[in-house]
């Protein structure tokens, strides 16, 4: 049974950084070759939104305009963990951050639906004050 667990979230001044950490347990070996992982973020009465995702074999990553420049998505495979740094954070990113994994991808898009993973975290709360 695959498990995915996020933390990191916190309350952060505006201008401030925080980053997110999330660990997929249960995968096997062979899952990590055609891997895909993002995060993804929602906000009460709006749709979960990608934020960005990479490919864990190759490395290739993806971002949603509104955060590039500021978020930087990485993996440590030693540790089988993903990261999200984020900086300059606004308002405006205040959100349930959600990590996501699916198998069977050799890249991916920010632009995916939510849809398109299939193991999901249980999310970790970033409030951004003004």
């Known amino acids: 049974q695959v498990q995915v667990v996020e933390s990191g979230g916190g309350l952060v001044q505006a201008g401030g950084s925080l980053r997110l950490s999330c660990t997929a347990s249960?995968?096997?070996?062979?899952?990590?070759?055609?891997?895909?992982m993002g995060w993804f973020r929602q906000v009460p009465g709006k749709m979960r939104e990608g934020v960005s995702c990479?490919?864990?074999?190759?490395?290739?990553?993806s971002y949603v305009d509104s955060v590039k420049g500021r978020f930087t998505i990485s993996r440590d495979n030693a540790k089988n963990t993903l990261y999200l740094q984020m900086n300059s954070l606004k308002p405006e990113d205040t959100a349930m951050y959600y990590c996501a994994a699916v198998s069977g991808y050799a890249s991916c898009s920010a632009s995916w639906s939510a849809g398109v993973y299939r193991y999901w975290g249980q999310g970790t709360q970033v409030t951004v004050s003004s």
């Open positions: 249960g995968l096997l070996n062979n899952d990590y070759a055609m891997l895909a």
């Open positions: 990479i490919s864990w074999r190759y490395g290739l990553t």
